[in-house]
């Protein structure tokens, strides 16, 4: 069993900056692949970013973060990152972080790829 807590969210102007963290739990959090998905009211959730597990070597981005977005990851604090920039109105959402085990360079971009999910965190970007 794997337990994810999301924090970090608050409210920011459109064209700041946010990071949010995901604290899982257990002993082998490297061999997690892990992703963050996103939900607005009245809008299915959608994918945002993936990294695979071990040394996150390889990463995964929606369109519509590419560029904005950085997901990282630190083994040793068993946690996982989604350093948010450049922020607009349309990035306000829950933003869920999800975890599964998977073998090494695998990214899962699929919500039903993954196992474990957090309780989300809201993301609110002003004009």
């Known amino acids: 069993q794997v337990q994810l807590v999301e924090s970090g969210g608050e409210l920011v102007q459109a064209g700041g900056s946010l990071r949010l963290s995901c604290a899982a739990s257990g002993r082998t959090f490297s061999n997690y692949a892990m992703g963050w998905f996103r939900q607005s009211p009245g809008k299915e959730r959608e994918f945002v970013a993936a990294?695979?597990?071990?040394?996150?070597?390889?990463?995964y981005y929606a369109d519509s973060v590419r560029g904005r977005f950085i997901i990282s990851r630190e083994n040793g604090k068993n946690t996982v990152y989604l350093q948010m920039n450049s922020l607009k109105p349309e990035d306000t959402a829950v933003y869920y972080c999800?975890?599964?085990?998977?073998?090494?360079?695998?990214?899962?971009?699929?919500?039903?790829?993954?196992?474990?999910w957090g309780q989300g965190i809201q993301v609110t970007v002003s004009s």
């Open positions: 990294i695979s597990s071990w040394s996150g070597s390889n990463t």
């Open positions: 999800a975890a599964d085990r998977r073998l090494v360079g695998v990214v899962v971009t699929t919500e039903t790829g993954y196992t474990y």
